[in-house]
């Protein structure tokens, strides 16, 4: 970095300041941390930074009590916010006052510096744009208030202005037009003084304006400056937005002609389209990942808190008849043995969904197929009895592992078993294969149901985000799509077609684990 960028870190929890802080130091950065948000709007009064980084949820003052008062007090600092996971309305107001991103627990470090780096391109562009403001008031007003004082004797300096200066006598006629004007304008000077009216630089309906807002009681009239913007026709006939600073002239109480200092808008429309262009962008991404990370969660928790509120039903009805038998007793610890497992699954999602969003690479080893496809059936069994699905599962002997991600492997063949259910609502029979693929050295997992089959004009869109078939309600058509991505970064391939005899079939191919 140029330029060292100072942040003060607020957070309630003591390791979290600690790891943050040196990352950040290392990083480069000047960071000052605070256990709670009054400690650190103290340090902001203190020194104020171009960064603050806070907690949304603090004993005392909370991360968007900090977020306002911070906006308020040092309007040019950009604030991040962190969230735990799934606290999206308050990530979602967080943004809504002005808070540069967010970035959700556990932080990692990608997240953490692309956030980064986004508050400190806002943080330059609000900065540019501002000083870049301020300097055109500044240069307009003191260009404008000498030259209105010394137009008559100082020629020297009308020359040296980088305003376009026009000045016209009683006729309306060109007498004053200097450099600037003049490469403005793209007229050379002998064809303009005591030659041209000023209505030639302007659209008739803008000469008009112009005389009247002059000479108009808004701008305090007669002797009196004013400002305003309007386009201005070049030699080539092309028009240019301009600002505008006049003022009429006058001598003895006689009006004796008007002067115009012009400068060119252009660079200054183009800089304030590009931060309009950054900030829509910038929401857009937002709003966006915010769409996706909530949808994404959902759908893929959604199947294992069904699972655990359906043996949760099984348990409570165990538990209302008369007799608790040994057998009853041995199924009650099996089934919250399960609702356990699923539990624990629901955790695996999480973080798998953030691994997958943040793009991080998956924990490869070598996968027992026949394991994987023995839990897929387990955590799968209770949806398939309460569906009516009768499970023909096939595994061939003697399969070589594959090389991959238990846990996310695991998550494809359940999609797609649940998949295969919903194809079936009244029931059928779901055939689950694991056998030597096609070509050699890879493993075929087959998913195989009884259902309608696919519509011939949906088999090319299914894998793709989003879509489904399914009614409002019935899914966000996320499941297929998190099977073809885990798929294609495991270096395998998924493919569904509809059977002759009826139903579709589902095929993922793996390669097999490198022999060590």
């Known amino acids: 970095m140029s330029e060292t960028w100072a942040i003060v870190l607020i957070d309630d929890e003591e390791d979290i300041r600690e790891v943050m802080s040196l990352a950040l130091a ?10 709670d948000g009054e400690a650190g709007l103290r340090m902001c009064t203190a020194s104020p930074p171009q960064i603050v980084i806070t907690d949304i949820r603090m004993p005392g003052m909370n991360g968007l009590q900090v977020l306002e008062r911070v906006k308020h ?19 979602i107001r967080a943004l809504q006052l002005d808070a540069s991103d967010f970035i959700t627990k556990p932080i990692g470090s990608d997240n953490l510096f692309l956030a980064l780096h986004r508050a400190r391109e806002r943080y330059t562009s609000r900065r540019r744009l501002k000083d870049y403001t301020l300097l055109l008031e500044r240069e307009k007003a003191e260009t404008s208030q000498q030259l209105l004082k010394t137009i008559a004797f100082q020629r020297n300096l009308i020359e040296s202005s980088m305003d376009g200066i026009l000045g016209v006598d009683e006729q309306q006629i060109v007498v004053i037009y200097n450099r600037s004007m003049e490469q403005l304008l793209g007229i050379p000077r002998d064809q303009v003084l005591h030659r041209m009216p000023f209505s030639r630089f302007f659209r008739p309906e803008e000469a008009v304006r112009f005389e009247s807002e002059l000479r108009g009681e808004r701008f305090g009239g007669h002797n009196r400056l004013f400002l305003f913007e309007t386009l201005l026709k070049t030699g080539s006939g092309r028009e240019i937005p301009v600002q505008v600073s006049a003022a009429v002239l006058m001598d003895d109480g006689r009006e004796s002609g008007l002067v115009g200092f012009f400068r060119d808008l252009r660079e200054f429309r183009r800089l304030e389209r590009e931060l309009a262009d950054q900030a829509r962008i910038l929401h857009q991404d937002k709003m966006m990942s915010l769409g996706r990370l909530a949808a994404s969660v959902v759908h893929e928790i959604n199947n294992p808190l069904s699972g655990i509120l359906n043996y949760l039903r099984l348990m409570s009805r165990l538990l209302q008849e008369d007799t608790f038998t040994d057998e009853r007793r041995g199924k009650f610890r099996r089934y919250l043995g399960i609702a356990e497992t699923e539990t624990n699954r629901c955790s695996q999602i999480v973080s798998n969904l953030l691994s997958f969003s943040r793009r991080s690479p998956a924990a490869f080893a ?5 394991e994987l496809m023995r839990r897929s059936i387990l955590l799968s069994q209770h949806k398939l009895e309460l569906s009516h699905i009768r499970l023909k ?7 070589p592992a594959v090389e991959g991600d238990f846990n996310q492997l695991q998550q494809c063949v359940i999609n797609l078993i649940f998949n295969a259910i919903d194809a079936m609502p009244q029931g059928g029979t779901l055939t689950l294969e694991a056998r030597a693929g096609e070509p050699a050295q890879t493993v075929s ?8 089959g696919i519509p011939a004009e949906h088999l090319s869109s299914i894998f793709e985000p ?13 499941g297929l799509s998190t099977v073809y991505g885990i798929v294609e970064r495991h270096h395998g391939t998924v493919s569904a077609r509809n059977l002759d005899e009826g139903g579709a079939l589902f095929v993922i191919t793996l390669p097999a684990a490198r022999s060590s």
């Open 73 to 91: 007090e040092f309007p040019d600092t950009e604030v991040i916010v962190a969230t735990a996971f799934g606290e999206m309305e308050l990530a």
């Open 445 to 452: 997992i087959r998913v195989q149901d009884t259902g309608p």
């Open 393 to 399: 599962p096939r595994v061939s002997p003697s399969l």
């Open 466 to 478: 989003f879509f489904t078939t399914k009614s409002e309600g019935h899914g966000l058509g996320l």
């Open 366 to 370: 070598p996968v027992d197929v026949a």
């Open 26 to 35: 290392d990083a480069g950065y000047d960071v000052r941390t605070a256990p």
